[in-house]
């Protein structure tokens, strides 16, 4: 009987054991996919696992997580608010029973700009982390990417600098630095990168002399800067007088535009300038072949001569064939060869803008309620209106977009809406829409930011 209890405690007690050590599920990651990140608002995301023993230990064994962000080692929470780019990383997590799983994660934060410029075949944007993007065709390296191959998605400037702003000109680029620094990048030949050499250059190379910069622009060979003091300078090809410094000498370093003018901004064209300064007053200088200078004559000026019609103007922009002009009372003129004047003439159509931005063959603003509007030539939809018609009078962008800043290009456009989404349209030949593709679009499509 004694020996039948104990067999049978034996049994039972095997049962028990066998029950208590019954191995555990293995452990996994199950999270997949991470919910998109948005810059400068709060991120918070609970990575989760299954199996193990035990606490969870988390931690980033490889690549790093967007700036900002860090990750609870017990809580494996995602947390933080981001101010870096997209990135991937291998995330681990560790039991107490020393079990170990890991998996690779993409977390991607959305770019939101705060300035977009379009160019020839070729647009730019900066974020408003500072880090620069262009895309497009990339011709001597105006993509700044070091690299001369062209691209229909962003790609970041090399160099690491945080830009405010930057200006795509038709065969090289320009920007300025958080600390009001100016660099360039692309085509060298007349010295338009403004480094005391003539060597294109496919990333950024700082902008001689050390002065700080408000603003820049680049246009077809030169290119011009504004100082925070309101100093107007200018660099490169200088054979029509674009530079405004009395002679037609060409400089690979930035000349002072004569004249002891005060400027708010300066627009660097063709073969041509303009700016406004302080007071309002619109001035251009450089080739007039075809009118740019608006001062109802024919004959190139090597200093700022005043705009004609005595208009009070907030800001002015010119290109190849025609500048155009924004008054302080929100009215738009244009003069030059496309417009078919010398001198200002009036946009038709009764409208107030906010801001305006001229392309070689058309131009776009924004009415004050924040509604988009192009007119001019509308061959690869440039209008942005969902037609390929040209037009005389503003007509209004497509989607419904309120949009905070605009740009047209030459035969393209793009635009920030008050979101910071990246629009363009028109042209895309050579990507300069951005979206992924080679497709024209004659309304707005979305930048694909990766």
């Given at each position: 009987m004694?020996?039948?209890h ?5 049994a039972l007690?095997?049962a028990c ?10 452990l ?19 990575l989760?696992?299954?199996g193990g023993?035990?606490a969870?230990?988390w931690?980033i064994v490889?690549?790093?997580l967007?700036?900002?962000l860090?990750?609870?080692s ?7 608010i981001?101010?870096?780019?997209s ?8 039991t107490s029973?020393?079990?170990v ?7 991607k ?7 977009i410029?379009?160019?020839t ?8 982390s ?5 895309w497009?065709?990339n ?5 700044g990417?070091?690299t ?7 790609v970041v ?16 680029t320009?920007g300025?630095t ?8 692309g085509n ?7 480094n005391?050499t003539?060597m ?5 190379v700082?902008v001689s002399?050390?002065?700080a ?9 030169h290119?011009?800067?504004?100082t ?6 200018c660099?490169g ?8 410094d009395?002679?037609?000498?060409q400089?690979?370093?930035p000349v002072l ?12 064209g063709?073969?041509?300038s ?11 200088w ?11 004559s ?6 700022p ?14 290109d190849?064939?025609?500048s155009?002009?924004?008054?302080t009372?929100?009215s738009?003129?244009?003069?030059g060869?496309?417009a078919?004047s010398?001198e ?7 409208f107030?803008?906010?801001?305006l ?8 603003a924004?009415?004050?309620a924040?509604?988009?509007y192009?007119?001019g030539?509308?061959t690869s939809?440039?209008l942005?209106?969902?037609t390929?018609?040209?037009?005389e ?19 393209h456009?793009?635009a ?8 363009c349209?028109?042209?895309n030949?050579?990507g ?12 707005p499509?979305?930048?694909?930011f990766?």
């Amino acid at each position: 009987m004694r020996h039948l209890h104990m067999l049978l405690s034996f049994a039972l007690t095997s049962a028990c054991t066998s029950e208590a050590v019954a191995p555990t599920a293995p452990l996994a990651i199950s999270t997949a996919a991470l919910p998109e990140a948005t810059p400068e608002i709060p991120y918070n995301f609970t990575l989760e696992a299954t199996g193990g023993a035990g606490a969870y230990t988390w931690s980033i064994v490889e690549g790093a997580l967007p700036g900002g962000l860090t990750l609870g080692s017990s809580s494996g929470s995602i947390m933080g608010i981001p101010t870096g780019g997209s990135s991937t990383f291998s995330v681990q997590v560790r039991t107490s029973d020393g079990q170990v799983a890991d998996t690779a994660l993409y977390l991607k934060v959305a770019v939101l700009l705060q300035s977009i410029s379009a160019a020839t075949e070729s647009s730019c944007g900066v974020a408003t982390s500072g880090v620069a993007y262009c895309w497009g065709a990339n011709n001597s390296g105006k993509l700044g990417d070091g690299t001369t191959s062209n691209s229909n998605v962003p790609v970041v400037v090399s160099g690491g600098l945080a830009f405010t702003s930057l200006s795509a000109g038709d065969y090289s680029t320009c920007g300025v630095t958080v600390s009001g620094a100016a660099y360039c990048w692309g085509n060298n030949v007349f010295g338009q990168l403004g480094n005391a050499t003539n060597m294109s250059s496919s990333v950024p190379v700082p902008v001689s002399g050390g002065r700080a910069f408000h603003t820049v622009s680049t246009g077809e060979y030169h290119s011009c800067g504004v100082t925070p003091t309101g100093d107007a300078y200018c660099w490169g090809a200088n054979d029509l007088g674009e530079l405004g410094d009395g002679t037609t000498t060409q400089s690979n370093v930035p000349v002072l535009v004569i004249g002891g003018l005060t400027f708010r901004s300066v627009s660097a064209g063709g073969r041509a300038s303009c700016g406004v300064t302080t007071d309002d007053i619109a001035y251009c200088w450089g080739d007039n072949s075809s009118g740019l200078l608006g001062n109802d004559s024919w004959n190139w000026s090597r200093a700022p001569i005043p705009v004609s019609s005595g208009l009070a103007f907030e800001g002015v922009s010119t290109d190849v064939w025609q500048s155009c002009g924004l008054t302080t009372e929100g009215s738009a003129y244009c003069w030059g060869s496309h417009a078919g004047s010398n001198e200002p003439a009036l946009v038709p159509g009764g409208f107030t803008f906010q801001t305006l931005n001229s392309g070689s063959f058309h131009a776009c603003a924004i009415a004050t309620a924040g509604a988009g509007y192009c007119w001019g030539w509308n061959t690869s939809g440039a209008l942005g209106d969902g037609t390929n018609t040209g037009s005389e009078v503003p007509v209004p962008v497509s989607r419904g977009l309120t949009i905070a800043s605009i740009s047209a290009g030459t035969t393209h456009s793009c635009a920030l809406t008050t979101a910071r989404a990246a629009y363009c349209w028109g042209d895309n030949l050579f990507g300069s829409l951005g979206d992924g593709t080679n497709t024209d679009a004659n309304v707005p499509v979305l930048v694909a930011f990766p």
